[in-house]
């Protein structure tokens, strides 16, 4: 059974930087793409990013340009660097791992608070 626990969420106030970690219980290299999502109250799940087997990444508008995704496979981890962050950034973040012909599997999620 995979398991995806994420981490390093809280409460920052406008314009500060927090980083989410995501550990998976097996290679994070070995999923075809690991990502994150976000779910403010009341919104429906929006994707934030990618970053696909070869390394390359993809965000979302919103978010491109103040949010990088990483990964570290000695640790099996996947990160998001969030800065300038916005109070509309305020949600609750998923990691997400996938390949082709397996199920989709999300971590528990980690709130992240952006206020004043």
């Known amino acids: 059974q995979v398991q995806l626990v994420e981490s390093g969420g809280g409460s920052v106030q406008p314009g500060g930087s927090l980083r989410l970690s995501c550990v998976s219980s097996?290679?994070?290299?070995?999923?075809?793409?690991v990502g994150w999502y976000r779910q403010a109250p009341g919104k429906q799940r929006e994707w934030v990013g990618h970053?696909?087997?070869?390394?390359?990444?993809n965000y979302a508008d919103s978010v491109r340009g103040r949010f990088t995704i990483s990964r570290d496979s000695a640790k099996n981890t996947l990160y998001l660097q969030m800065s300038s962050l916005e109070p509309e950034d305020t949600a609750v973040y998923y990691c997400?791992?996938?390949?082709?012909?397996?199920?989709?599997?999300w971590g528990q999620g980690t709130q992240v608070t952006v206020s004043s």
């Open positions: 997400q791992a996938m390949s082709i012909g397996t199920p989709i599997y």
């Open positions: 970053i696909y087997t070869g390394g390359n990444t």
């Open positions: 097996i290679s994070i290299v070995s999923f075809s793409s």
